[in-house]
């Protein structure tokens, strides 16, 4: 199993522009569909980006669409989010999570097909 650890968290301003990390080990992320997902208080896990295994192409919730941007250091086995312009509305533990390759194009936002999740980093907004 690879494991995954998140970093970058802490407590932020409104219009900041932090940087999440992930680091994986165990096994590569370069050959997996690999994304972010966030939970605030009192809701449910949401799907925030994500790239898939075939042809490395991102995906986006509308709500960060614009703002946020992910990517990976396939020389670092790395995955990151960029976050711009960060919102009151954006706090939230932040996970990443990957697959063992074999998650779907139509299962791409729903965490429930992801394999390997990290323990996630808490991102709080100030206004």
């Known amino acids: 199993q690879i494991q995954l650890v998140e970093s970058g968290g802490g407590l932020v301003q409104a219009g900041d522009s932090p940087r999440l990390s992930c680091a994986a080990s165990?096994?590569?992320?370069?050959?997996?569909?690999v994304a972010w997902f966030r939970q605030a208080p009192g809701k449910e896990r949401e799907f925030v980006a994500a790239?898939?295994?075939?042809?490395?192409?991102?995906y986006y919730a509308d709500s960060v669409k614009d703002r946020f941007t992910i990517s990976r250091d396939k020389a670092e086995n790395t995955l990151y989010l960029q976050m711009n312009s960060l919102q009151p509305e954006d706090t939230a533990v932040y996970y990443c999570?990957?697959?063992?390759?074999?998650?779907?194009?139509?299962?791409?936002?729903?965490?429930?097909?992801?394999?390997?999740w990290g323990r996630g980093t808490q991102v709080t907004v100030s206004p």
């Open positions: 999570a990957a697959d063992n390759s074999r998650l779907i194009f139509s299962s791409l936002r729903i965490g429930e097909y992801y394999d390997n």
């Open positions: 165990g096994g590569t992320i370069n050959s997996r569909t």
């Open positions: 790239i898939f295994r075939t042809y490395g192409r991102t």
